[in-house]
């Protein structure tokens, strides 16, 4: 069966010489479609870097990543930008909201660089907004909402353009525990759509709540547990 996300062997190295990081260290890993799977270790480990090379912001140094059936890596930019922009919807923990545009704008944005039309754009990111229960701050700008409501914001977006799969780095990490529940609830709604949701988290007890569990460790990874889950 073909996975999903396959990579082999990746590794990636900052700074190739004498002062190089070996951030990520002969990682293979496979994820099948609807899996929630979450990554924990400590800081430095590695999990970010993995993120950004699932994602397609980022290439390895060496190995071999097969998005969707797609090669990665020997591919143009903007080939590349495209398929990210199809495929993945990104939730940082810092949200990346542009500061000076409306909610709405923001989640237009990933549309508008699919030259998607006014009106149509318009629609789907006021759907996506409502979806995460910001119907009455689409006008609103980002200094001019909460923690929680600008994270929401950011899950609009990632989800306004329908892409397959989520990928969360510690989106709740600058949130109170009430609005980290919140996102942890449309995460968990978005998967059980059937969207593959990875998420990068320091909160064990939200790393244990999901089927997949993936420990790292100085860039490699060390554990990876799935569990049965009650109910
Ligand atoms: N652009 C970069 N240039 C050089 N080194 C980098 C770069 N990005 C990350 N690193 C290094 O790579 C290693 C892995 O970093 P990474 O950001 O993936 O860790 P992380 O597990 O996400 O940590 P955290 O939990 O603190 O976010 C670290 O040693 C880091 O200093
Ligand atoms: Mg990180």
Do not use: W
């Not at 002062?19 to 890993?29: M, T």
């Not at 397959?164 to 919140?182: F, H, K, M, Q, V």
């Amino acid at each position: 069966m073909e996975h999903l996300i396959d990579i082999k062997n990746v590794s990636k190295i900052y700074n190739p010489g004498e002062n190089e990081v070996r951030a990520l260290d002969n990682v293979s890993l496979q994820v099948d479609e609807g899996e929630y799977v979450s990554i924990v270790g400590q800081s430095g480990s590695g999990k970010s870097t993995l993120m950004n090379i699932l994602g397609c912001l980022d290439i390895p140094s060496s190995g071999r990543y097969i998005l969707n059936g797609t090669g990665i890596g020997s591919m143009p930019d903007d080939a590349l930008s495209e398929i990210r922009n199809k495929t993945i919807g990104f939730i940082f923990q810092g949200f990346n909201l542009v500061s000076n545009l409306s909610a709405l704008e923001n989640v237009e944005l990933p549309l508008l660089y699919r030259r998607m039309g006014r009106e149509e754009r318009q629609a789907i990111a006021l759907d996506a907004l409502h979806r995460v229960g910001l119907s009455e701050r689409v006008d609103h700008l980002p200094s001019q909402m909460s923690g929680g409501q600008q994270q929401r914001v950011a899950i609009a977006r990632a989800i306004a353009a329908r892409p397959p799969i989520i990928l969360a780095d510690e989106p709740t990490g600058n949130l109170d525990s009430r609005s980290g529940e919140t996102v942890m609830e449309i995460l968990r709604e978005l998967h059980a759509e059937g969207k593959t949701v990875i998420l990068i988290t320091h909160d064990n007890a939200i790393a244990d709540s999901v089927d997949r569990t993936i420990r790292i460790l100085d860039g490699r990874i060390v554990e990876d547990r799935t569990r049965e889950l009650a109910g």
